[in-house]
Nanobody, 122 residues
Framework: QLQLVESGGGLVQPGGSLRLSCTTV????????IGWFRQAPGKEREGVSC?????????YYADSVKGRFTISRDNAKRMVYLQMNSLKPEDTAVYYC??????????????WGQGTQVTVSS
């Protein structure tokens, strides 16, 4: 059973930064693309970023976060990170990580974490 666990959420002021972490339980991260998604109250879930499997050479970002968020991975530590800078109130949401073989299919995966709340407010 693939399990993912997110951490790092919290309350931050506009313009601040947070780093989210996604780790895997019971399986190696190496062969999985990892995507970050978010869902705000009353809104549909949206894709935020994705990093390709293995060496993570390919990364993808939603237009709304380009230039502010950076995704990275450390396979040895079984960790994927989402560095979020210049946070805005509209970034407020529950953030989820998900795993699948490729970024093109990760949105349809069965393997999701439980989510971590990010709140951007003064």
């Amino acid at each position: 059973q693939l399990q993912l666990v997110e951490s790092g959420g919290g309350l931050v002021q506009p313009g601040g930064s947070l780093r989210l972490s996604c780790t895997t339980v019971g399986f190696s991260l190496d062969y999985y693309a990892i995507g970050w998604f978010r869902q705000a109250p009353g809104k549909e879930r949206e894709g935020v970023s994705c990093i390709s499997a293995r060496d993570g050479n390919n990364t993808y970002y939603a237009d709304s976060v380009k230039g502010r968020f950076t995704i990275s991975r450390d396979n040895a530590k079984r960790m994927v990170y989402l560095q979020m800078n210049s946070l805005k109130p509209e970034d407020t949401a529950v953030y989820y990580c998900a795993a699948d073989g490729d970024c093109t299919v990760v949105a349809g995966t069965d393997y999701w974490g439980q989510g971590t709340q990010v709140t951007v407010s003064s």
